[in-house]
Structures are given as C-alpha cells and as structure tokens.
C-alpha cells in the first residue's frame, strides 16, 4: 500500500547537507554508498513508470507518484522497485495542486530522506482543432503540463536549497516543443512552455549547483500516444493505430516506434553524474524525427 502523510504545506524538511565540493558540485566520495532519492510525478504507468525502474536500477529510492485513479497501478511499480532492492514510496498528488506539490516533496523527504533529483514527468495530452479548443482544454493543458513542472521544479529546488546540496530538476517536454504537429495545439504549446521554463530555471539556479533540463520524446508507444493516434485518425478517416504506424514510418529514421525505455535511458543519464555539466538544454529522444 502506498502511504500519504499530511505536512503542513508551508514545512521545508531541513536535513544535514551531503559533503561535495563547491567548486564542482559534485558529492566527495565516502567510506559509505551516496544516498540518492527521487521524485517521479506521473510514474504509474508509461514513461513515468519506465523512468522511475531505470532511476532504481541506477541506485535511487523512489517516491512514485501519480493521481487517485492510479492508485492501483503506483501500488504495483512500488513493488517492482522494491523487487530491486530499492526503497520505495507512493505518494497521490495532482501536480495541478500547489500544495498537493509541496506536500509530495515533504512527504518523500520524511519517508525516504533527503531529495536529490525531481522528474516533472507528469503530463496530458488532446487531439482537436484549434478552432474547437475551449478555454477550459486550454487552461486543463496548461496546468498541468506548465504550471505542474513549475511547482515541482520550485518545491524541490527549496528542499535542495534548504538542504544545502546540488541536485537535479528534470522535466518532460516533446519534441512538439521544436516541431508543432497540428490538432495539438495545446499540448504543443505547452511543452514550447516547458522547454523555455527550464531554461530560465537553469539560469537561475545555477549558483546553487541545481541543474535543470528537459526530455523531448518522440512518438512513444503508450497510451498517451494511444490516445492521441485514436484521436487522429478519427479525424483523417482512418482506423485506429494507422496513425501512429504512419508516423512512425514516415518519420523516424530509425524505422521503430520508440518505447518508454528509451526515454528513461536518457532521464538515468540527465540524472547521473556524467550529465553535472549540462544544464539549461532539452534533449530529443526521438530516433531521428527532428535533427537540430
């Protein structure tokens, strides 16, 4: 079972900072294996789920987290995870929620220790014209693709600040973020949103040795892309999962539908020490759709 533990929303949990040089921002080696935890918003399932299992495969306890739908499934990656000889913890959140946003990362210091890496993974999708896009699909998009990322990057990097030590801010962005694909309006603007969000955040924490950078998956076999190849080929006439063989075909140099693995490769890169240098990017993982 998953557990929610209430804090007051305004609590930063202050722990003892991890010894690392100043210099580098990197953590100094120990007699004893360096602790490492992270939070996974919208890890239930999917590319979510396939980042939090590479993350604990790399050594990271994890606080899953997903919304109350989801209950079911975050109970089942907690087991995986913990099958790896990982801690793990659930948490239900909508990352929408400011508080909700807060009380996740004070919930993931209380029950697995000082925070490390944040992955604003959580994120949803619509297939419809811009001409039939309602403010409210519009601002549903928004905050949660946006604003969501926003208040998971600022919660961690206070519990990072407070407690005196670098870490990491990762966040899901699309490669809609650098090519458009029409009858995804919204979504396509909100992940231009995310790539220019992270980039400010970069610039601005630099000083605190917090890196923050974006993933840009491709066409993704999930249901997210489910939903929207569903969508899509409703509108073109044609029957499900044309689209996204279309696409796949017609696009991807590689000639496969990427699989959420191949997303979480990268994200366990970004949050390991050989990505301690880069920061303020957003990296494609698409098998060769866009080439920048």
């Not at 790399?58 to 987290?65: A, F, H, L």
């Not at 400011?98 to 297939?127: F, K, R, Y």
């Amino acid at each position: 079972m998953f557990l929610r533990r209430l804090l007051p929303v305004p609590t930063i949990l202050r722990v003892i900072p991890s010894t690392y040089s100043p210099r580098t921002g990197r953590l100094l080696s120990t007699n004893t294996p360096e602790k490492r935890t992270a939070i996974v918003t919208g890890s239930a399932r999917g590319i979510g789920k396939a980042i939090a299992l590479r993350l604990a495969r790399d050594g990271y306890d994890i606080t899953v987290n997903d919304i109350s739908a989801q209950a079911a499934l975050v109970s089942e990656t907690i087991a995986e995870i913990k099958s790896l000889g990982r801690n793990a913890h659930g948490h239900i959140a909508d990352v929408s929620s400011e508080e909700a946003v807060a009380d996740l990362v004070n919930s993931s210091v209380s029950n697995l220790g000082p925070l490390t890496t944040m992955v604003a993974n959580a994120g949803i999708a619509q297939v419809k014209p811009l001409l039939d896009v309602t403010p409210a699909d519009f601002k549903r998009m928004f905050d949660v693709n946006v604003v969501g990322v926003h208040y998971c990057y600022r919660a961690a990097a206070k519990q990072l600040i407070a407690q005196g030590t670098p870490g990491k801010l990762i966040g899901a962005a699309s490669i809609v973020a650098f090519r458009p694909f029409a009858m995804l309006g919204p979504y396509s603007a909100s992940k231009w949103a995310v790539r220019g969000l992270s980039q400010v955040y970069a610039m601005e924490l630099a000083k605190n040795k917090i890196t923050v950078n974006a993933y840009a998956p491709g066409i993704v076999d999930t249901d997210m892309w489910e939903l929207i190849d569903d969508g899509l080929a409703q509108k073109a006439g044609r029957k499900r999962g044309d689209m996204i063989r279309k696409y796949s075909h017609d696009l991807i140099s590689l000639g496969r539908t990427s699989v959420p693995e191949d997303v979480a490769n990268l994200v366990g890169f970004l949050a390991s020490r050989d990505a301690d240098y880069i920061t303020g990017q957003t990296m494609i993982v698409d098998g060769g759709i866009i080439s920048t």
